[in-house]
């Protein structure tokens, strides 16, 4: 008989699946379950982005793009960036991508070799750590205190980076916390990475959900475009998770690199998600407003929801997701949640799925609707009163 285990990769046996599709395992065969999991917008695509991708078949627009993605799509790409985040590329400095999943991990393999160093602050998206060793790299994780409101610190950064350091990957305004980086101390990252040779892979998913304060690209700092790559797409601010549409945005010679990967792996976005994602910039900057306000919205009551149940939490400022402290009660975060879902079926995720220093915390999403919320909320103060 065939011997599966010697067949595979010794990395990819190594690698952990995902804790969030773990703790997702746990809700299929469960009915009636208030879930406040998913990183996805309860939103329709809006209609006139739809309406984009009918025509386009209707003209019977079936066809490959250029490796690149449309360069009508690029050029929108290149107008956004300016018009929304003060950010100059040319169109010839952007890359379509499927989704922001393909971003990141194009960025990381071009630039890696093995036994290249990776910085990762943690707690943060699932897929950085294990794309980075796939791609042979040692990564060295960052794990950021409550204390300084899961920010990412010059010092932290500094006393992380070594002679083998090639890549940061800055993930900000951040999944699962909520929180963000603001101009100044953006700055302070980047007197830290001055002289240096390391790149850096910023990831704006969520530039477009902040509350009271704009996104800064670290692009924009002085000095960091040219060692910068934004990692982005449509999924978040335009409610196109299913498209699966993104983008990477770097200096020419990086992205040159990049598009060999993509060519050679993908060879392009899907066709009907470009002209939808055209019509998306050009006419979508009044649906992100709408969607981002109800978000706000959202937050404001989960998080006072939240401090009435009497769990320790900070209000967050970008992305959809809040991050309270669930350690008080003699449970890991896994069992406090696997125990609030079989218990009174509501689900959040524990905040050991986006690294070991969520111990004590879970994830809340609050893209979902108010009475949904509500709901989730009734049966979270439930639960804790009962285990007080």
């Known amino acids: 008989m065939i011997n599966y285990d010697n067949l595979l990769s010794d990395t990819i046996k190594d690698i952990k699946p995902s804790g ?45 793009t250029s490796n690149s993605g449309l360069s009508e799509l690029r050029s929108e790409i290149s107008a956004y960036l300016k018009r929304r985040f003060e950010l100059q590329y040319d169109s010839s400095e952007i890359l379509v991508t499927v989704g922001g999943s393909e971003a990141i991990d194009v960025a990381i393999r071009a630039l890696i070799n093995p036994g290249d160093e990776v910085i990762v602050p943690t707690p943060s998206f699932v897929c950085y750590e294990p794309i980075a060793r796939m791609s042979g790299a040692t990564v060295v994780t960052i794990e950021t205190k409550a204390e300084n409101g899961f920010k990412l610190t010059p010092d932290e950064l500094k006393a992380a980076i070594t002679p083998k350091t090639k890549l940061l990957i800055l993930p900000f305004p951040n999944n699962p916390t909520g929180a963000i980086l603001e101009r100044e101390e953006l700055k302070a990252l980047a007197r830290v990475l001055e002289n240096t040779n390391i790149a850096v892979l910023s990831d704006e998913i969520y530039a477009e959900l902040t509350y009271g304060k704009k996104h800064v690209s670290i692009a924009s700092i002085d000095g960091m475009r040219e060692r910068t790559i934004i990692a982005s797409g449509f999924s978040k601010a335009y409610a196109m998770t299913g498209w699966r549409l993104g983008y990477l945005a770097a200096p020419a010679p990086l992205l040159k690199a990049m598009t060999k990967l993509h060519q050679y792996a993908i060879m392009c976005a899907p066709t009907v998600s470009q002209f939808a994602a055209v019509e998306a910039l050009r006419a979508g900057d009044t649906d992100i407003f709408d969607m981002c306000a109800e978000y706000n919205r959202r937050r404001v009551f989960i998080y006072e929801g939240l401090c009435k149940i009497g769990l320790p939490v900070s209000m967050p400022e970008g992305a959809f997701y809040i991050y309270p402290y669930i350690g008080g009660f003699g449970l890991t975060s896994e069992e406090f949640c696997e125990r609030l879902l079989y218990e009174e079926k509501c689900a959040i995720v524990p905040g050991t799925a986006f690294g070991e220093c969520g111990e004590g915390y879970a994830r809340i999403s609050y893209a979902y609707s108010m009475a949904h919320i509500e709901e989730a909320l009734k049966k979270i103060k439930r639960f804790v009163d009962r285990i007080k």
């Open 20 to 64: 969030i599709r773990k703790f997702f395992d746990l809700l299929a065969d469960m009915g009636d379950v208030t879930a406040l999991t998913v990183g996805q917008p309860d939103f329709v695509t809006p209609w006139h982005i739809r309406e984009a991708a009918i025509e386009s078949l209707e003209k019977g627009q079936t066809y490959y």
